[in-house]
């Protein structure tokens, strides 16, 4: 899932790292084939006016009814609630000493939350998610189509705007009028109608009056807050749809000052977006005061998730209000993902599944990550504090350790040991195992505080200039590594991720052995930091781990010729098959937990099975050749 800053995409590193939402900067380029391209005019949408008339095609999909299930998984019965004392006692005994945990009503709402979760309130907290019945490590806790969703603008044409599939060799279909948003087929087009009706009219108005071919697409953050408010408008003030959106927390009257800028910006974008000229134009949707605007502003910053690709890339934002009652933690006991599941129909994509990474007993809150884990602490406090305004004081924020895996250097007399990162502050650092103190202090500030700037430079340029990215990746990662860093280690384990991306996407066109020993070798790298920092069944070390595992089964380069060849990593001919396979079974098992049992780990757990089955032949091939031959070689020494 992902809460996050409203900054720009990138592959999430914790998949709950929050909304990575790009901003009113980049345009749709691909000239992909338009909706409906040849097909009578009378399919493709309309050019619209305000409304469309009732009886011109597209037909759309139903409207949501008072409910709020149209588009959802079927309403499961909710179970009676328990009274609030049995939920104070279950609440209290096992979940925060001594504090008190109240039932929160619903009023009619949220009818998607299963029977074995409940609302509970706390003082630390506010309202959260509570288990009532036991989850088991890798059950799917919840599955819901969140209210709303968008791409963010460099996806746009990569993926569906409704279903978000990933763009088939047939190509998207782009909608012929707002040449904007494409879409799998004339189904998906179909049911976005709804949306992209009032979405079209607007986005031709704003490509129309913008600066620049940069600019001509608004950011998701200003489609997503204009699908909500069409939605607010055609449902209704006492809709459920609207209600649920309007119980999301707002952190209004606690703003950082650090967000007043993005939030004007992002209400004056809304208002051009909208087209509305006064006060009264925005009316219709609810907004009847700045401060209503303000307070959607501020429910939808601390509120949207990260709409996320089958193997974590982030690809846009949404809004689910019953997924957003799940409070934080930086250690986790459950994960949001869209998996898309063999099961799952596409008329229910995105499908939002929240999934349970270990045991989670009655009683026990559900907690998902805002930001990205594998950040040292003052990063993850920091993002924390300004975005969702509240200082973590879960376990990995408050508990005192040796060293944290985050912030490690290895020992410098190679004992084994790790010593913790120095800072400016604190620049004693010794090994936690045999003592000795770390001396090139300023050399590994000074390569942390460079690493981190051509970090960011190159997660900038990642997608502009991937080659100019990856030229900061290759020499950076040395010299963090010569300043002792552990591969876990912050900024190195970002580095080593991003150069990974970077390796693989450039492999098509300069497939080599070369390149790929070089990408498997950062494979192997960023997988063995991860493991150091997130738990097993984690779908970010999953998807890691199959990645890996991917590489390795590319090809076999023949058997090693000589002692140094068998050495090297990665190995070659069969032992290098072997442990393709032993990769793919392992992640398989961690996807099955990090992505749901029952969604049979996912698109990518499925891809890993077939690849596990098809290395399981080869390698039964390279086992009977080796059979063969062994027979062959003791028949002929009986024969002598
Ligand atoms: C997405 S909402 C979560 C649900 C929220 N508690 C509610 O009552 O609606 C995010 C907000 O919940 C609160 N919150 C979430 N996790 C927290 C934590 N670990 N400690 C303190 N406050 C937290 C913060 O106020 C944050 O801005």
Known sequence: ???????????????????????????????????????????????????????????????????????????????????????IAAAGSSTHAKEKAKLVALHGCHRLLPSSLEILETSRHGRGIFAKSALQAGAVIM???????????????????????????????RCPKCKTVYYCNQECQNKDWVWHKHECNALQKWATSAPSQEVSVPGDAVRCLGRILWGTQREGPDSTWV???????SNRS???????????HLAHSVVRYLGANSPGDLEPYGLNSAGDLVDLISRFTTNTFTLTSVSLTPIGICIAPTMAFANHSCDPNAVIVFPRAPNTPRSREPSMNLVALRDIAPGKEVRI??????????????????????????KLCTRAVPVDAREALWCPKQCGGTCPLPTEENNLSRCVKCKAAVTNVDAVLDAVRVGQEALDKATSLQFIDPAKAKQYTTNLIPILTTAGLTPSSHPLLAMTHLHL??????????????SLDEAIRTAAKYSAGLQGLLPKGHPIRAVALGELGKLLAVDEPSPP???????KFPPSGPPRLKLAYESLVRAHEELLIGFGKANQGGHVGRDVRDAVVRLEKELGVWNTGIKNTLEDTLLAQRTK
């Open 1 to 87: 899932m992902s809460f996050g800053k409203l900054k720009s995409a990138r592959k999430a590193r914790d998949l709950h790292s929050f909304v990575k939402s790009d901003t009113a900067s980049e345009s749709s380029k691909s000239e992909e084939a338009d909706v409906n391209a040849g097909a009578s005019h009378e399919l493709q949408p309309s050019p619209l006016a305000a409304e469309e008339p009732a009886n011109k095609k597209p037909r759309l999909d139903p409207l949501p009814d008072e409910a709020g299930t149209s588009g959802q998984q079927p309403a499961q019965p909710a179970e009676k609630p328990s009274s609030p004392e049995q939920s």
């Open 143 to 173: 599955s819901i189509v969140p209210h709303v969703s968008v791409l963010s603008t460099q996806y746009l044409d990569q993926y569906c705007s409704s279903c978000a599939a990933p763009a088939q060799e047939a190509g998207l279909k």
């Open 243 to 249: 209600k649920e959106i309007q119980m999301m927390q």
């Open 254 to 264: 606690s703003l950082q000052p650090s967000s007043f800028e993005s939030h004007a």
């Open 369 to 394: 990550a805002y930001v990205d884990t594998t950040l040292p602490k003052h990063l993850r406090q920091r993002e924390l504090k300004e975005t969702y305004n509240f200082t973590c004081q879960c």
């Open 501 to 514: 991306e970077l390796a693989i996407a450039s492999l098509p066109s300069s497939m080599s052995q070369g």
């Open 561 to 567: 010729t000589d002692q140094a060849e068998a050495s």
